[in-house]
């Protein structure tokens, strides 16, 4: 690379970097706001939820696996067996494969255990953490509709979806925002991307972490943050 004393910009093996100075300045890595010292809904006792499925058409794929972290205890994780063969593609992620699944309870139980499970943070006002809860819950429902289960009261359901929440805040401005992308972000620790259980604890955590670092989210209810995410949508 031929050093300018002038103000320009390099492009050299696909790398373009601003050059002043005879210095290669790089672009800051984006960090999250400090965390701050106020209430909002981030402390109070949140669940959460995440599913493993056949694949990521909600219509159409099935549920595989459940976590269901509670407010106050115990967790409940779970397999379904969904009576139709796993792609490849769907084990290759989260892990889950046919032999694995041979003797887990059909969609009928398992979908049942989740749905009353989400009553009950409805029944109780708890807000439930879900990220993309869009494709999650879009899933819930439709399974929960082909095997005859009682659906939960969905108005009711006070849901804290990290995925929207970011993008309000964000504007999509960060790049890729997955959840191990929005997690490293926030310093969230997430060991086993596509277990369920890890990706419900780790949605759960960035829930907090945007509370605790951003007060104009945090001062919401979480009523008032459900309408707000709906605006975000």
Same mark, same amino acid.
């Given at each position: 690379?031929?050093?300018?004393?002038?103000?320009?910009?390099?492009?050299?093996?696909?790398?373009?970097?601003?050059?002043?100075?005879?210095?290669?300045?790089?672009?800051?890595?984006?960090?999250?706001?400090?965390?701050?010292?106020?209430?909002?809904?981030?402390?109070?006792?949140?669940? @959460?939820?995440?599913?493993?499925?056949?694949?990521?058409?909600?219509?159409?794929?099935?549920?595989? @696996?459940?976590?269901?972290?509670?407010?106050?205890?115990?967790?409940?994780?779970?397999?379904?067996?969904?009576?139709?063969?796993?792609? !490849?593609?769907?084990?290759?992620?989260?892990?889950?494969?046919?032999?694995?699944?041979?003797?887990?309870?059909?969609?009928?139980?398992?979908?049942?255990?989740?749905?009353?499970?989400?009553?009950?943070?409805?029944?109780?006002?708890?807000?439930?953490?879900?990220?993309?809860?869009?494709?999650?819950? @879009?899933?819930?429902?439709?399974?929960?509709?082909?095997?005859?289960?009682?659906?939960?009261?969905?108005?009711?359901?006070?849901?804290?979806?990290?995925?929207?929440?970011?993008?309000?805040?964000?504007?999509?401005?960060?790049?890729?925002?997955?959840?191990?992308?929005?997690?490293?972000?926030?310093?969230?620790?997430?060991?086993?991307?596509?277990? !369920?259980? !890890?990706? !419900?604890?780790?949605?759960?955590?960035?829930?907090?972490?945007?509370?605790?670092?951003?007060?104009?989210?945090?001062?919401? @209810?979480?009523?008032?943050?459900?309408?707000?995410?709906?605006?975000?949508?």
């Amino acid at each position: 690379v031929r050093i300018n004393k002038y103000v320009g910009v390099a492009v050299v093996c696909g790398l373009a970097g601003a050059i002043a100075a005879k210095r290669l300045i790089r672009r800051r890595k984006p960090r999250p706001p400090r965390r701050g010292d106020h209430d909002g809904w981030h402390r109070v006792p949140l669940a @959460s939820l995440d599913l493993e499925t056949t694949g990521i058409d909600p219509l159409n794929d099935r549920v595989l @696996s459940y976590a269901l972290l509670s407010d106050v205890g115990p967790d409940i994780n779970g397999l379904i067996n969904p009576g139709i063969p796993i792609p !490849a593609s769907s084990a290759e992620v989260h892990g889950i494969t046919d032999v694995l699944l041979a003797d887990a309870p059909p969609p009928a139980v398992g979908i049942a255990i989740v749905a009353r499970w989400v009553q009950s943070l409805i029944d109780r006002g708890v807000g439930l953490v879900v990220f993309n809860a869009a494709y999650d819950l @879009s899933m819930l429902h439709v399974e929960a509709t082909r095997w005859g289960v009682k659906q939960p009261d969905w108005e009711r359901l006070l849901i804290v979806d990290p995925y929207v929440i970011d993008w309000g805040i964000q504007r999509g401005q960060l790049g890729s925002r997955k959840l191990t992308d929005v997690a490293a972000y926030y310093s969230v620790t997430l060991d086993n991307a596509h277990d !369920a259980a !890890a990706d !419900a604890r780790a949605a759960r955590g960035v829930a907090i972490e945007i509370g605790a670092r951003h007060p104009h989210i945090a001062a919401s @209810s979480l009523a008032e943050l459900m309408r707000r995410q709906r605006s975000w949508y």
